[in-house]
């Protein structure tokens, strides 16, 4: 079995009551079958209050009314750990802020940026990530695994990350260059033509493909996409109470009363087809103004913050990028780590505005959490993610 990591797995240690958020609220703590036998026989003190805390039919730790484990005490401490030690932990709190994906003889084991101590140290890394693999004598089979497509995907991979860690072309570059080999990398998987998968890294290395690429970026207009990618977050389902509000806030300083598609429910500035288009002229020009200057501000006062974009495109391609050989859905992962990236840009952005015009790397580590812990941490918002990456294609593929 061969076992990856990024070269700062080890880094992380969880800082428990100094954290300025917890793991332990916000979603449903699920424990392993172990785990829960091993509850059924605790005896002393705990055991009663062991025995009322858990959710036996469904094996989940109960819930206070904000969402907060039961075993989680006003200092952010776990009661079970103090009682009865680390091991007393289920495999969902012992392995988080870990994450493993699994594939035939290979597990690729990554660090959550839902945590804000792995955020805070990815974020502060200047240098590019680099995978480190190990390997011990397990091996295992699985059924319907094609370790061909795996293999071109690792490749695949492997070129798109060395592209983003590139740093001598510029970000929208790097990341035009990446969506382009996921396109045609997906065309190739749809016409069940592997082999020729090759032939499109050769593609992208030439002269002629990133002249290509600059010429679609410079042409495109993005502004619609991305308030529609933005508006697309109203779909997903709510871990945080505290999220909607703060989307909802964020988005109307960035677009104004801009219309939303998705309801007309939710937005006190709704679209109604009476709304004069000059407003909107007004709010896009608004936008697009305080885009540049946003910019600017950030190439002055936060050098490190293309590297950091870096960090985050790496991470979210390196931790989805080959389950695309379970559902052949290469381009559409490849799409959800720009989008990611793009919405983080955006409501930083935003709290940039609300600050009066200034960015603290917290702010940063904050808003990465929160976003990662939103969609990283509910199956039915990745899934829902994909369905959206496959409906709304970046722009400049559609008229390609
Ligand atoms: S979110 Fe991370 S640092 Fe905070 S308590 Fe959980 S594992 Fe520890």
Known sequence: MLYTIPDYYHEFSCIAGECEDTCCA???????????????????SFRKRLRRSINWKEGTF?????????????????????ALGEKSLCRTCKMYPRHIEEFEDVREMTLSVS??????????????????????????EYDDFDPFLYSKLVDARTVMIDILQDRSKK?????????????????????????S???????????????FVEAKLAKE?????????????????????????????????????SGCYTCDKKHPWAY??????????????????????????LKE???????????????????????????GEAYVKVQMAVVSVLLIHELLMAQWLKNEKTLEMEDIVDTVYRYSRELEHSDPNLNLMEKLMRRDIVPWFNKS
């Open 171 to 195: 970000l929208a570059l790097r990341v035009g260059l990446v969506l382009a080999i996921a396109h045609d990398l997906q065309v190739r998987i749809k016409r069940d033509d592997i082999f």
């Open 272 to 297: 109604t087809e009476s709304r004069e288009k000059t407003k909107a002229e007004t709010d896009k020009k608004k936008y697009m103004k305080n885009r540049q200057e946003f910019h600017s501000w």
């Open 26 to 44: 916000g979603w449903q703590i699920v424990a392993d079958e172990a785990a829960l036998k091993k509850y059924k026989k605790v005896t002393g």
């Open 197 to 211: 998968i090759d032939d499109v890294f050769e593609k992208y290395q030439t002269e002629n493909a990133i002249q």
């Open 62 to 82: 109960k819930q206070d009314k904000n969402k907060r484990c039961t075993f989680l005490n006003d200092e952010n401490l776990c009661d079970m750990y103090t």
């Open 221 to 257: 207009e993005d502004y619609a996409f991305i308030m529609k990618m933005f508006q697309n977050q109203y779909l997903m389902e709510r871990l945080r109470d505290d999220w909607e509000p703060h989307l909802l806030e964020a988005e109307q300083i960035l677009y104004g009363e």
């Open 115 to 140: 945590c804000p101590e792995v955020a805070r140290i990815l974020l502060g890394k200047k240098e590019p990530v680099r995978f480190l693999t190990y390997e011990s004598n397990k091996e295992e």
């Open 301 to 327: 006062q936060m050098p490190d913050y293309e590297i950091q974009c870096e960090q985050l495109l790496v991470y979210f391609i390196s931790t989805y990028f080959c389950g695309a050989v379970y559902d």
